[in-house]
């Protein structure tokens, strides 16, 4: 309150205007001051990377070397990335990822969903139950499921054994099923945000619709397909774009449990950023992949911000 | 007679339910239980789920005594993600609050400009993160991991969504009071951003706890390694030893299980404000 003493010094005709001017400078001035260190974040967190990445991805340039081995080689590293088998086989995985793990993760999750929501006691441990897997760690969770896995005498391939299969697969360790193996585990850990997320959309279905249904003398299947299902179209959309993207990020299963083999059958996208940038040190063309890793996942969210907008007045 | 009946084919549908929920939590049971054995009985088929010795002790001083002891791994983790979470609070709600309680030329720029950001991965930005905290000097340290992540356009976000539904006539009422802006954002919008503050910070918390690839990338140092790293030597020191590494898996679990059904109520709402994760 300085300031109003400082300004009582003036003509009072004057006091008013000044008073109304210098708040709003102050309050622009305090808004700011509290946007700051967001936007301090925002420069180093993405508007330099960005820049920056963008650069170097023109350019030779291994760490080991030194700042002054840098040397701009144009799209020699896009070239390379395009005629890269690895690359390739990162983004084959990348989609045969999404296409295993999305639609099953997604339908598991909507039956649970229903099936809590509406049909059964103690929906509040359901809840929990199936969240624990999401809330542990995916380490420490692949850790116990590399056990579960292990070839010759792991429970899973005991218990093949006991019922019949002769052959059974080395999993994390099988060119056939590595990524088999990791999407189980991704599917098994995300469940229970799906259903969540489900939960979350069938409770804003209002219940006078299924009464109105019940009267008609519709079965639960009918009231399923024509008003839970279409009424969960929101819901459908913003986890199937959640998803899609993430499974474009998976990384960590695959780092910790199969180093991206064997042989490069589970490496996926990132993984390749990270073994060329950060095994190999060659920035210039672990910046490349990471370009092309950035406008799958931007084009990806750019549809989906155009979808979720129209589908609002559905 | 009709409510007696719909009542008794929810039972068996929660029975059903219950059976499927244990099947499904069959994993964790297992490393449970595999964490209390021998080494020799871990493997035994058919499994037995209730140990018939217990070597708990023995294993448990393997994970918490060891050459670098889990106890260094839960301190960093917990150091960590203190950390980041209050920063990520604290800089998200003051954005938050510019964003909606204060006027200013430029702030809806600002607002759109934040939201662009969201497309862009963090893995797509970790070769020049890297490369900066290099610079820095922050390499290898726990202040470069943290830099990295103190700040988060989500949960600015869900804080600003939040903040537009606090009134805004105890905000005018302070002013008119002679209350400056500062008093207004710590003594009036904070407290009645609670249940966001208390939801955003649990599932950063939870997020951070178990982040592995920014610890990956951004330490190499043994001892500032967080549990998740942790457990990467873990599997490589005790490669056949699974009665150990159970022991550690579950040692890594176990806050968090307890911290999310303390708190459940807050972690699913999180969630369900509709959450990208990562």
Known sequence: ?314 | MIQRKIDIQKVITTIILLAVSIFFLLPLFWMTSAAFKFEKDVMVFPIEWIPSSLNVIENFKAVWMAKIPFSLFYFNSLKLSIIMTLATVLFSSMAAFALTKLQFKGRNLMFGLLLSFMIIPEQATLVPRFLLLKWLGLYNTHEGLILMGMFSIYFTFLMRQFMLGVSNELIEAAKLDGAGYFTIFWKIVLPLCKPIIATVGIIKFIWTWNDYQNPLIFLIDKNLYPITLGMQLFKDDYADNYAILMMASLSAIIPLVIIFIILQKHVIKGISLGGVKG
């Open chain 1, 1 to 314: 309150m300085k300031e109003n003493i400082e300004l009582t010094t003036e003509k009072p005709e004057l006091l008013i205007k000044k008073t109304k001017w210098s708040n709003s400078r102050k309050e622009a001035l305090v808004g700011w001051l509290f946007l700051l260190p967001e936007l301090v974040g925002m420069l180093y967190l993405y508007v330099f990377p960005i820049v920056f990445s963008l650069i170097i991805s023109f350019s030779e340039w291994n760490l080991v070397g030194g700042f002054s081995t840098i040397k701009f080689v144009g799209l020699e590293n896009f070239q390379k990335m395009f005629q890269d088998e690895k690359v390739f086989m990162a983004l084959k995985n990348n989609l045969f990822f999404t296409f295993l793990s999305v639609p099953t993760g997604m339908a598991l999750a909507l039956i649970l969903a229903v099936i809590i929501h509406t049909k059964v006691y103690l929906k509040e441990y359901f809840k929990v139950a199936f969240f624990i897997p999401y809330i542990s760690s995916i380490i420490a969770v692949g850790a116990v499921w590399s056990a579960l896995y292990h070839p010759s005498s792991g429970p899973i391939n005991m218990f093949l054994k006991s019922i019949g299969f002769e052959k059974t697969p080395l999993w994390l360790a099988d060119p056939n099923y590595s990524l088999i193996a990791i999407i189980i585990i991704s599917v098994w850990a995300i469940i229970g945000y799906n259903v969540i997320i489900y939960i979350a959309g069938l409770s804003n279905i209002p219940d006078e619709l299924y009464e109105a249904a019940s009267i008609d003398g519709a079965s639960s299947i009918q009231k399923f397909f024509n008003i839970t299902l279409p009424m969960l179209g929101p819901t459908n959309v913003f986890l199937f774009i959640t998803l899609l993207i993430g499974s474009f990020k998976v990384f960590d299963l695959i780092a910790f449990l199969t180093d991206g083999g064997p042989n490069n059958t589970s490496t996926v996208i990132v993984f390749r950023i990270y073994e060329e940038g950060f095994r190999h040190f060659n920035m210039g063309y672990a910046s490349a992949i990471s370009w092309l890793l950035f406008i799958v996942v931007a084009v990806i969210t750019l549809i989906s911000w155009k979808i979720q907008k129209n589908k609002v007045h559905y």
